[in-house]
């Protein structure tokens, strides 16, 4: 047995006791040699002879798939699916799982963080006082304002939670929300587009598909109050980022953080011109907890899979 793993988290010489599970399960384990996610063209002459994949971030294709004759299974090391082609997996009898939850704390706090960073322009007031000016600024505070939270899953129960300590009003949309839940933790649940006129800070915790890309864009921007603070630690592609540079442009969005892109790594993108624009390089999940804990579900996953057992979070 062989089976490829590509999370730039898991390296053969790091001490992971997931990965020594791995290793007493299968003594044929092949690696990243990249410190990024993989291209298809990357990632087929490593897959092609393997039986399992526990996956990271890379374009896992059909035709990558249907040159990969002994693979069985792939565990996803997140819970993020949409670099996978699940309806290719299904027909050549590939088993898919992912970690749900297993790093919704890690990417609630970030998310927090540059709802945080963004209000108060923190990244811009260091640069300038590290540059030996000593500007005035006023920024706003969370404490009483309306937050918005776009897909109530895991992560978005855990940004709710966190909101707690400034009394914030929360509004959610999810297709599949769950009244009572709202009903219990203080949530109000609203239509799209009601939550993005009301609220006054909005964070997306999406998976992308056909429905959900740019779901941001010029005509739901144009919803939003003005000075709106806009976060998205979900996926890239769920906002249409020129329509976002010029509703930032024009003063409709107060602020955007980024933790994800359309492309990554984005390059040179005109959002990075802004001082109202924070980046981060889709680190969310980057907690030593939630890769230990990332870690020890996917490997789990993936001998369940290839064992032939039931496994309960296969897609």
């Known amino acids: 047995m062989k089976i490829l793993v590509t999370p730039t988290s898991l390296k053969p010489d790091k001490n992971s006791s997931a990965l020594v599970r791995l290793r007493s399960f299968c003594g044929d384990l092949v690696f990243n040699p990249t410190e990024k996610p993989l291209s298809s063209e990357e990632l087929l002459p490593l897959l092609k002879d393997c039986d399992g994949y526990l996956a990271g971030l890379d374009q896992v294709t059909g035709p990558v798939l249907k040159s990969c004759p002994r693979l ?16 290719a997996a299904r027909e050549l009898g590939i088993k898919v799982s992912n970690t749900p939850g297993a790093n919704a704390q890690a990417v609630a706090e970030l998310s927090f963080a540059l709802l945080l960073a963004l209000a108060r322009k923190i990244p811009c007031l260091h640069n300038e006082t590290a540059s030996g000016n000593w500007v005035r600024s006023t920024g706003t505070q969370l404490y009483h304002k309306t937050l918005g939270i776009v897909g109530l899953g895991a992560i978005g129960r855990k940004v709710a939670l966190c909101s707690s300590g400034f009394s914030m009003k929360v509004l959610a949309y999810d297709p599949y929300i769950s009244k009572r839940y709202c009903t ?3 949530i109000i649940p609203k239509d799209l587009n009601t939550l993005l006129s009301e609220a006054d800070f909005i964070t997306l915790h999406l998976p992308l598909n056909d429905d959900t890309y740019h779901l941001i864009n010029d005509k739901s921007l ?6 709106t603070i806009l976060v998205n630690a979900s996926r890239g592609g769920i906002i249409d980022e020129e329509a976002a540079c010029q509703a930032l442009t024009d003063g409709r969005l107060g602020g955007l953080g980024l933790d994800a892109f359309e492309h990554e790594p984005p390059g040179q993108n005109p959002l990075f011109t802004l001082q109202n624009v924070i980046a981060t390089p889709h680190t969310g999940a980057h907690t030593h907890e939630a890769a230990e804990a990332m870690a020890d579900m996917a490997v789990d996953n993936l001998i369940m899979m290839l064992n032939g057992e039931d496994c309960p979070f296969l897609l």
Not at 72 to 87: C, E, F, K, T
Not at 222 to 227: C, D, I, R, T, V
């Open 184 to 186: 219990e933790h203080g």
């Open 222 to 227: 144009a919803l939003m109050k003005p000075g």
């Open 72 to 87: 069985r299974a792939i565990s996803r090391y997140g819970a993020g699916y949409d670099r996978v082609d699940l309806q």
